[in-house]
């Protein structure tokens, strides 16, 4: 249930075909249920995916009840019907519970009006009951056609052009729900929203040593209280798959002293609003106020989130994945292949379909679970990675053991390679665990060169208290590589501080390191230990993994400048050249642009021609001529060294002729600070504590491997460093497969009206 790190994933990434495969077809869109951020994402790649391939869109209003009122409930859309809604929450083609819709009354009229307008293609954005609904609907349409047929409200004729109703199904919940896919339209953002609350209210819970209990939304699902409560680095957190035994209160509260005793200033216990004991009763928020200040005396506020959570602009991963998501559902409506109506969904980081009610199926198996007292089968529908997850978070908030002993295995901590935001989550989340696991942990300060010079420090269970969401790497790091004639001395402060294994947490330069001393094992003995490398690089640049820690917080920076600049051309023709961070690598230019809403993206992987940029000065010219009043293009920094963004930017402004001016924007570092994403924080605490799993296996069998590890599709993985080199094009300082790559012409599908587009 984790975004990109479930285990058991059945991936379909096909990457689409792009001939006309629409043309005289005509497809509805509709959300329904509860709204969340990333829906309109989701109906504006719908629509324009469609459009793409000559078909014709519909727009149905208010969920389910505007295809029953049919008139104005139903209303064909234009490419430029939804500009400007990616960065909107909610959804603005608006969302309704129909109770219409549950009657055969209500969807025999609207059969009625779709096939009167020659609609017999769907794709409803909404959760499992819509995607019920959705179902029914579809089982029943030949039925319904017949009968309509057989009243004489549509011909024969009619009916006969529609004998089957075509659908797909994307799922908006922002509880992410649904059993089988790891991340559902809103989870991210209203994870963000939640985790924006916790940093806020843990600094003032730290100031006055208060309590706080944070209320979350979930009322069979836990993945926003269990996830805020690691990302938000809270100490209690109460989900409904795992409802706590007889005599919670007293242990939590045992648990929570242990942790003030450790050194904790706050204590923050997130509770899901669908939380019970094992008898099935609730448990409030107030409850566990009280709980609290009767038995611990402690000073306890109640903060419920409520709505917070659902509203607001979307974040960059909603916007990208909604995208990706609602070009697929158009393609499958649209395809003349064998379809069964299935839900796209998201799972190892790529688009997958999931058979619809299987899904819908296993997702409400959950709460008979929970019922019937077998929370693990509960637990379990919720994928492998948040049992993962919920173990994690139980060593980490329990403070049961916070000194090592003599015996103990030092395993130290490094940081190098360019600053991302995350290493700290990753040091703290190693440090709390290490200790758990019984070893005394060692910070090293200033990268490989305070190595060398000896600059390592003991950390305990409190020195990294508050790390979790902190910017910036309290280590500190530097990006140099060592010399050759720096490692005897990097060997000698290895033996001196006695270290048994190192955990490298950094980007390509820590790589190299970590990879040079594994080379030279054989001439300095004490680089024979384990060796595991973390990636955290905004650059998201590292082999062997799909995703880095600090590429997701680095992404939605992007995204937030992209929204700024947007807004500021609000009177004028405007055209913007922004320019991204990456080096070689083009990962967070082409995500940014997808987020972002962006015409064209340069990276450095395509180049950037003369050919290019006189064609592109052509389709801004005949576009700001036909109406346009935005241009977005995204460039990574190193696309071509000669056209950089300054000489793009000059030569679309005179070649404007002034009929539109052109900006650039170079968002620099504003991409490496800043707090880590949730995301970011869940996957450094994942892959931290991952690699004291793999240093833990080697500590057992004896080894001394060196490994690199990362999510590749839909595991995680640890590779021998053996392997790593293998992987990595040195020249542009990549991996030589990088996975995103495929993305790159629904940029196109999405942004680029088919008649601008270069034949
Ligand atoms: P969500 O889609 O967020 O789970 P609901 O369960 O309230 O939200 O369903 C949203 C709408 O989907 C309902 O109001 C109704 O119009 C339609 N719907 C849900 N279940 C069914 C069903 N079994 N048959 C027909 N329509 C349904």
Redesign the pocket.
Known sequence: MVRGVDEEADVDSDVVTTNLIGTGKRLGVLT???DAQGMNAAVRAVVRTALSHGAEVFAIYE??QGMIDGGDGIRRLDWSDVGSILHLGGTVIGTF???D??ERAGRLRAARNLVERGIDRLVVI????????LN??SAEWPELVSELAASGEITDDQAAAHPDLRFAGLVG?IDNDLVGTDMTIGADSALRRIVDAIDALASTAASHQRSFVVEVMGRHCGYLALMAAVAGGCDYVLVPENPPADGWEERMCAELARGREAGRRDSIVIVAEGATDRSGRPISADYVKQVIEERLHEDTRVTILGHVQRGGTPSAFDRWCSTLLGHEAALEVLGDHESDGPVIGFKGNRVARLPLMEAVRRTREVPAFIEAGDYDAAMAARGASFVEMFGIFGELAEPGRVHADATSKRVALIHAGGLAPGMNTIAKVAVRLGIARGHTMLGVQGGFTGLRDGHVVQLGWSDVEGWTGEAGARLGLRRDVPEVSDLYRISRALEDQQVDALIVAGGWNAYRAAQLLYSERDRYPAFRIPIVCVPASIDNNLPGSELAVGADTALQALVDVIDRVKMSAEAVNRCFVVETMGRYCGYLALMSGLAGGAERVYLHEDGITLARLNADTDWLARSFATGRKLALVVRNENANPLYTTDVVTRIFEQESCHRYDVRQTVVGHQQQGGAPSPFDRLLATRLASRALNRIDDEFASGGTEGYYLGIVESTLQARPMAHMMAEMDPTFRRPKKQWWLGLRPIVEAVSVRPEEREA
């Open positions: 329904s249920g509860g969920g389910y519970r129909s109770m819709f549950r909404g959760g499992d009951g819509s995607l019920s609904g029914a609907f919940s």
